[in-house]
């Protein structure tokens, strides 16, 4: 079984922390970002829990919907780094703390496609050191 894994993410345009101790989602300080939706624009708070879909906003989100993501911060979208292979949208990056690596997060609403990536074996190591229950464990 693998455990849910607490994250500490970035902005991967300016390196500021995205948690907000003010709105916490499953226990945690959520991830904020900035959206735009059909219907305007709001917040968004992810949880920081890899593993979660839990997900709150300051506006209502169609099923299906496409959201553009940006920084609190510097206010920049949030880079994208391919096409989702669940549903075709894109994905954005998202930074761990610690240069890592990359958390990529669907942006399509009710889509659960989300990624960490490595840039080589070294920061691979350097997470599972951070993150000692990522990695996966036996049921007894």
């Not at 079984?1 to 500021?16: A, E, N, S, V, Y």
């Not at 919907?65 to 206010?75: F, G, R």
Request: proline share 6%.
């Amino acid at each position: 079984m693998t455990q849910d894994i607490p994250l500490k993410l970035r902005c991967k345009m300016c390196g500021r922390d995205l948690s907000d101790p003010a709105k916490t989602i499953d226990d945690l300080p959520g991830i904020r970002l900035k959206m735009n939706v059909e219907k305007g624009q709001g917040v968004l708070w992810l949880s920081a829990l890899y593993g979660s879909y839990n997900v709150e906003s300051t506006l209502p989100i169609r099923e299906g919907e496409i959201v553009t993501l940006s920084c609190p911060h510097c206010k920049m979208l949030l880079p994208e780094s391919r096409t989702c292979d669940r549903c075709g949208a894109p994905l954005v990056f998202l930074s761990l703390h610690g240069n890592l690596g990359d958390v990529q997060v669907c942006r399509r609403k009710g889509c659960r496609n989300h990624v960490i990536e490595f840039s080589d074996f070294s920061k691979m190591q350097a997470f599972f050191d951070q993150y000692p229950d990522a990695i996966r464990k036996k049921k007894d």
